[in-house]
């Protein structure tokens, strides 16, 4: 039940180009109606490196008419990821500066190594986060602190973004180099006893809450409780609560 996603475009650094876009984006879709997928991992297979933003030789050569539609292209991919309706873990084993820390921000869950470094650069370019980061990092971190990172473009390790609040586990580094992996993957393992059909309306309704007043996110719990009452899982989650077994669910 646990899919990884391994990043692997050694050569640039992981660097998002239009062509790993379209990869993403197709993974991301087949994934999305894939009842066995339980959690996904999103890590890198280049050591030292998660992700080091947009590929800006291929920018380089952009018209100004075409970055447009680039940065909207990533932002949707983006968001259909930060949309997949079971649990993402964004596991950073190395770099992952603006774009690929704005991957990072659309999983539900980071852990990073403390070696690790993180950023929103943007500003260095004279642009700004165009993928998501003026929006999640703020929600994920508080808008003061939010303003400072991208303001100064600041990089921090691992540790510092602990601190912060930017991801919830740090790891040291280990000499395969991926710690922060290793951690995520005990995670989703964490996660995988649970009721599948629990764990998509979790998600949902945590998501849908976040972003209205309690009273309405109040009804969305009651919305989503309810898709859980009429389950197979449920009635097996009550049976094997009393004949004290684990529990065997299908996600029905």
Do not use: W
């Amino acid at each position: 039940g646990i899919v990884v996603l391994g990043l692997n475009r050694s050569h640039a650094k992981n660097a998002l180009n239009k062509n790993i876009l379209k990869m993403m984006s197709k993974a991301v879709d087949a994934l999305k109606s894939d009842k066995k997928v339980r959690t996904v991992i999103f890590r890198s297979e280049v050591p030292g490196i998660f992700c080091a933003g947009a590929d800006l030789k291929e920018r380089a050569k952009m018209h100004a008419s075409e970055v447009g539609s680039f940065v909207s292209k990533a932002r949707a991919t983006i968001n259909e990821m930060a949309n997949l309706p079971v649990p993402t873990i964004a596991a950073i084993d190395g770099i992952a500066l603006g774009g690929g820390l704005e991957l990072a921000l659309a999983c539900d869950i980071r852990v990073a190594a403390s070696t690790a470094k993180m950023g929103l650069v943007e500003t260095k370019l004279a642009i700004i986060p165009g993928a998501g980061g003026t929006q999640r990092l703020p929600r994920t971190i508080g808008v003061s602190l939010a303003k400072e990172l991208i303001f100064s473009a600041r990089v921090v390790d691992g540790d510092e973004a602990k601190s912060i609040g930017l991801i919830s586990h740090v790891v040291e580094q280990n000499e395969a180099g991926d710690a922060a992996y290793r951690r995520a993957l005990a995670l989703a393992r964490e996660f995988l006893p649970q009721g599948p059909v629990a764990m998509r309306v979790a998600k949902l309704a945590i998501n849908q809450g976040m972003e209205v007043d309690l009273v309405t996110g109040l009804a969305i719990e009651e919305a989503c409780y309810a898709q859980t009452i009429p389950t197979k899982d449920r009635i097996e989650g009550l049976l094997a609560f009393k004949e004290k077994r684990p529990p065997r669910y299908k996600g029905e």
